[in-house]
């Protein structure tokens, strides 16, 4: 493929995109519960620290290198290093990226299809007038049966496949100038309405008052990992966005404004979720289930709370409809690059990641018992090393290839922060970013 001729039409549609794929189900799923395994506020914390230091900087050099390559990643990244006389072999770390996005693809429409579920189950009132433990025996009972999670998984990704095989900037550009202004909308609303439960004070306790003791080297390595998966950095994801940037755009200014958004709703949805937690007397530690579990219990003792919930689960959909169309994107793209045309290549990557997403299905029922590296199901390797290992891994090969390969006019331009915006956002990435990622990686393998 030649330079792409896409563009998204304003700048604002472009913040609103990345802001698409950031928002998710990191923010309303995972931010939860991986704060409710790893210490409440000392995870909280360390994450806040990874976004600014390692999450922003690398977000940068990512759309920037889409930017200035104009091309899906694997032909950006070979068309910029043999401007730069580097080896063509940079190729490779699209390829490691788009590993990576079909990884968190796969189990991400599996978790997605369960709020279909969940959205359905709570319009119908099902919810409604159920004990604690009918409800947590409903949600593992739907876990046990493939069929319906193949039912939903599957009508998942054939939502996301048809915004992708339309090509994205047409139809995730109006999808998200009414999707975007919506989730804050209800999420508002939903914390606001958290604030007057009991919980609520209890719940910002946990949050914000600091707790040092609870750092460990796996709390550091998950934080990293997560601060990475929130903004979508580190699997080109972004970096095939960034290739259709327009031309006369801050970078960092656009991505700072992602990065609150980003922040904001994962603690709105904190907020909420620990709040019915905490009313409930209910454990944060709970893991992947926490949402899915916790807050039908805690809303269905509560007036109106069939409708808060579906509200809640619609609004998530929502979400994870934009991230999981920016995850299909690279893939789409370099099958695109490599000659398809868009509708195969569409078909194609939704059988690939349907077929693995079954992996992640089942992994509740008839694969249960088939564990992988010790204890962990299918589900629980792909939900952790894509992104607590190949995230970083991928985020600091793109910090070396834009802050040491990549000739200093071709980034300065991309970067469109002016020479002092550059020499800032270099150092920063040099000397703080890249050791920063390095040693936590290390120490979290050892
Ligand atoms: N950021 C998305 C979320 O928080 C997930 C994602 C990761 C999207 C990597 C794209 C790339 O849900």
Request: one cysteine or more; aromatic letters at 12%.
């Amino acid at each position: 493929m030649s330079e792409t001729l896409e563009r998204w039409s304003t700048r604002r549609a472009f913040i609103l995109a990345v802001t698409g794929a950031a928002v998710g189900l990191g923010n309303i799923w995972r931010f939860p519960y991986m704060t409710g395994e790893n210490g409440g506020s000392a995870f909280l914390l360390l994450y806040i620290a990874f976004v600014l230091l390692l999450g922003l900087p690398v977000m940068m050099a990512e759309i920037l290198i889409g930017r200035a390559g104009r091309r899906s990643p694997m032909q950006a990244l070979a068309h910029l290093a043999g401007q730069a006389g580097a080896t063509p072999h940079w190729r490779w770390l699209g390829l490691f990226g788009v590993t990576t996005v079909f990884l968190i693809l796969s189990f991400y429409s599996v978790v997605s299809g369960w709020s279909i579920e969940y959205f359905i189950e709570s319009v119908n009132g099902n919810f409604v007038g159920q004990t604690p433990d009918e409800i947590g025996a409903s949600f593992n009972a739907f876990l046990a049966d493939p069929l319906r999670m193949t039912f939903n998984h599957t009508l998942f990704l054939l939502l996301t496949l048809s915004v992708v095989a339309a090509g994205v900037s047409g139809g995730l550009e109006k999808l998200n100038n009414l999707l975007m202004p919506l989730l804050y909308l209800l999420l508002l609303v939903l914390a606001g309405y958290a604030v007057t439960t009991d919980g609520f004070g209890a719940a910002a306790a946990w949050l914000f008052t600091p707790n040092p003791a609870a750092i460990t080297v796996s709390v550091v390595l998950n934080a990293m990992g997560h601060a990475f998966f929130t903004l979508a950095v580190g699997a080109c994801a972004l970096m095939a966005y960034g290739a259709y940037m327009p031309d006369h755009q801050s970078l960092p200014k656009a991505v700072a404004a992602v990065a609150v958004l980003d922040v904001t709703v994962a603690l709105l949805a904190g907020i909420a979720i620990f709040s019915v937690v905490f009313s409930q007397g209910m454990d944060p530690g709970e893991g992947p289930g926490l949402m899915f579990v916790t807050l039908p219990i805690a809303f269905a003792e509560l007036p109106g709370g069939a409708w808060w919930l579906a509200i809640f689960f619609l609004l998530l959909l929502l979400a994870t409809w934009t991230s999981s169309i920016n995850l299909a994107e690279p893939i789409v793209a370099t099958l695109q690059g490599a000659g398809l045309r868009r509708g195969r290549a569409t078909a194609l990557v939704g059988v690939a990641v349907w077929a693995v997403g079954m992996l992640s299905v089942m992994s509740f029922s008839t694969m249960a018992d088939v564990h992988w590296f010790g204890e962990m199901t299918f589900f629980d390797l792909v939900t952790t090393v894509p992104t607590d290992i190949f995230l970083p891994v991928g985020g600091l090969l793109i910090a070396i290839f834009a802050a040491w390969v990549m000739p200093r006019d071709t980034v300065v331009r991309a970067l469109d922060a002016g020479p002092r915006g550059f020499r800032a956002w270099q150092a920063t990435v040099r000397f703080v970013s890249i050791p920063l990622v390095v040693i936590v990686l290390v120490s979290g393998l050892l």
